[in-house]
């Protein structure tokens, strides 16, 4: 369980699940498949779509300029399902661009991304659309289940079966209050979106963080998401980079996307969000910079971009956040001084 009021619906979802079926499949999904150099697993891939037994749906493939022979894989797929579609890129764009080439692609009503190199159980689509039939809702969240190398899967701990309904805010919330679920609640590859929240949002140019930048602006607006407690979707891990524990300076670019995050609330007018944006962001400052320094790459540069930037933010509303007086302090010790504010974070451990 996230959150003590979200409802489990699991018994509802039983009940109702054959009178939903039928209307269920009137609707197209539009599964969008960016990819690049994933010769190896791209079959792979497409097959556990096309087997999917939700059969209303239209596979985009976006090849991202791959230089290893994915296009040519991909273009034989296609021929053999008429439900196959295939674009191509002449040149590496990065993945929020393939993502947005397929969504201008899209007919369906419903949205799903898969990444190249991962895998649906056979019901994802089905059960997907069902929950966000029979709940009324814009969103639907699988648990997922890591695939490592041999073939191991592990499940992450919450697949219990179950089903909660909650509001998009509340769903956004947890990306703050249960960092254990930091991957299921940003990653857009493990849910279903009603097309109609694209509207309006498309994936930004953060190509490291696109997820981190767009997909709680979809949560965050859609009056309800419901979270199936299986694990659906089925990631491949690959241990390398960011995944095996290495920092590069590349990983500051995350903070543009808390910078994007802290524009949202505060157009929307959601100081709560922004003050909790805000908190993490100074933590993960100092994270950062400890970790650059392990190994060996600390650059002043990014602590004090990044600082003068959440700063900023602060002063422009620091009037409208209901804060503790302790909160307050570590802001203001932040803003005078972050050599300061980080050797007091290391005293008290």
Known sequence: MLLNSFKILKDRQKRFAWQNRRKSQQEKISVIVPVYNEKAHIAECIDS??????????VIIVDDGSTDGTLGICEEISK?????????????????DARNTGLAAATGEYIMFVNGDDMLEKNTLDIMKRACDVNKSDICVCDIAYLYDGNVRKKSKYANGETEVITGKEFDMCYFLYPDTVVENISVWNKLFSSALFSDVQFTNNKKYCDEATVFKLTNISPKVSYIHEALYVSRVKLKGVAAGEFTNDRYDIFDAFMDR???YEEESQYDMMWYTLKKCMYWLYD??????????YDKKYTVKYSKKMSEFYKNNKTKFEITSRDRKQIALFMTSFSIYCKIKDLQG
Not at 85 to 93: E, G, I
Not at 288 to 297: E, R, Y
Request: proline share 2%.
């Open 80 to 96: 053999r399902d008429a439900r196959i579609a295939l674009l191509a890129h002449d040149k590496n764009m990065g993945i929020p």
């Open 49 to 58: 779509i096309r087997k999917q037994n939700y059969t209303n749906f239209e």
């Open 262 to 264: 802290l524009k949202f």
């Open 288 to 297: 950062f910079k400890n970790k650059a320094k392990i190994h060996g790459c």
